[in-house]
């Protein structure tokens, strides 16, 4: 998973993510990772529009995000 983490600090990419929220719960979100720690990283959370911390080991999955059209053509994302 640092691969990706790494690539996408470069490239400026957005990633979506999954993982296990400070409450235990599973949540989703499109992330912008800034830096790559040991155990988290920093990146700016595109859902609440601000700066977050994630902890690496509540981190389920990143994969490069996609942008999605409803069936009018409208973009979201």
């Given at each position: 998973?640092?691969?990706?983490?790494?690539?996408?600090?470069?490239?400026?990419?957005?990633?979506?993510?999954?993982?296990?929220?400070?409450?235990?719960?599973?949540?989703?979100?499109?992330?912008?990772?800034?830096?790559v720690?040991?155990?988290?990283?920093?990146?700016?959370?595109?859902?609440?529009?601000?700066?977050?911390?994630?902890?690496?080991?509540?981190?389920?999955?990143?994969?490069?995000?996609?942008?999605?059209?409803?069936?009018?053509?409208?973009a979201?994302?």
């Amino acid at each position: 998973m640092n691969g990706i983490m790494d690539r996408a600090v470069i490239s400026k990419q957005r990633l979506e993510m999954v993982y296990i929220s400070s409450n235990g719960d599973m949540s989703q979100g499109v992330v912008r990772i800034l830096e790559v720690r040991k155990d988290s990283i920093l990146a700016f959370c595109l859902v609440r529009r601000k700066v977050r911390t994630f902890k690496l080991e509540n981190i389920l999955s990143l994969f490069p995000y996609k942008f999605k059209k409803n069936m009018e053509g409208v973009a979201h994302g």
